[in-house]
C-alpha cells in the first residue's frame, strides 16, 4: 500500500449506530488531519494530530471522537450522528503540522450516510 | 475572520486556456495551494506559491499577489482529463489551511 488509505469507502448508518473510520498513511509522516467535505462547501478541518498529539479540535460536536494511536493511523469513532452530519470524511496527512510549505496528501475518502 | 473566494464554476474549451482566480484574507499567510480533485477521488497538490510572482510547472501555473490578496492558477491546453474541481487554500499564521469551496472546471470538446 502507499500513499493514504481509508476504510471504509462508504458507509451508511443510522442514527443510533457506533461505526468508526479508519485511515493509515505509507509516507512516514508525523501529522495526520480530519476533514469534512459537504457538497459546495470548503473543506472543514476537523482535528490535527501532530506526533499523536492532539493539536486543533475546530468546535467539533462530541458525537465524533477521533483516536491517534499511532502517527500511521488515525480513526474518527462516530456514535448518534444526526443526517446532516452525511458528507465526504477526507483524512490526510503531511510531514508534520507547523513550518511553511507542509504539502498535505489526502486519502479518497469515506461517503458517509446517515439515515 | 478568514475567508477564501473562488468561482463555483467554469466552462472552457478543450485546447484553450483557464484562469481560475482566488482572493484571500487569512490571519497571517503562510502561503496559497492549490488542490485538483476530480469528482468522488481524492485531493491532489498542484502547486504551492508563497514569494509573489509566477511559478509554471507544465501545463499549468500559479500566481501570487501577497499584496493584493489574490492568486490565480493558469490551464493551458486543455484536455478533457482536466474537468475537475479546483480547490484554493491559504495557510494562515497557525499553519492552518483555510480552503475556498472549490471551481468546478467543465471542459467541453
Known amino acids: 500500500e502507499t500513499g493514504v488509505t481509508q476504510t471504509p469507502r462508504h458507509l451508511v448508518m443510522g442514527m443510533t449506530n457506533k461505526k468508526s473510520l479508519k485511515c493509515e498513511q505509507h509516507?512516514?509522516?508525523?501529522?495526520m488531519y480530519w476533514y469534512k467535505q459537504s457538497a459546495k462547501k470548503p473543506l472543514e478541518l476537523m482535528f490535527v494530530y501532530n506526533f499523536k498529539e492532539q493539536t486543533e479540535n475546530n468546535s467539533v460536536p462530541s458525537r465524533f471522537s477521533p483516536e491517534c494511536p499511532n502517527s500511521s493511523h488515525l480513526f474518527l469513532h462516530l456514535h448518534t450522528l444526526q443526517p446532516e452530519d452525511s458528507a465526504l470524511y477526507l483524512c490526510a496527512s503531511s510531514q508534520e503540522a507547523q513550518g511553511g510549505y507542509n504539502e498535505q496528501f489526502f486519502g479518497p475518502g469515506t461517503r458517509l450516510t446517515v439515515l | 475572520g478568514q475567508n477564501i473566494d473562488q468561482p463555483t464554476e467554469m466552462t472552457a474549451t478543450e485546447g484553450a486556456i483557464v484562469q481560475i482566480n482566488c482572493t484571500y484574507q487569512t490571519s497571517g499567510f503562510n502561503g496559497l495551494f492549490w488542490y485538483q480533485q476530480h469528482a468522488g477521488e481524492a485531493p491532489t497538490f498542484l502547486s504551492y506559491?508563497?514569494l509573489d510572482g509566477l511559478e509554471e510547472k507544465g501545463r499549468f501555473s500559479s500566481f501570487l499577489s501577497r499584496s493584493k490578496g489574490y492568486s490565480y492558477l493558469l490551464l493551458k491546453e486543455l484536455q478533457m482529463k482536466d474537468s475537475a474541481s479546483y480547490l484554493c487554500a491559504a495557510m494562515d499564521s497557525n499553519y492552518q489551511l483555510i480552503w475556498g469551496a472549490g471551481t468546478k472546471l467543465i471542459i467541453k470538446p
Open positions: 506559491n508563497v
Open positions: 509516507l512516514g509522516h508525523n501529522a
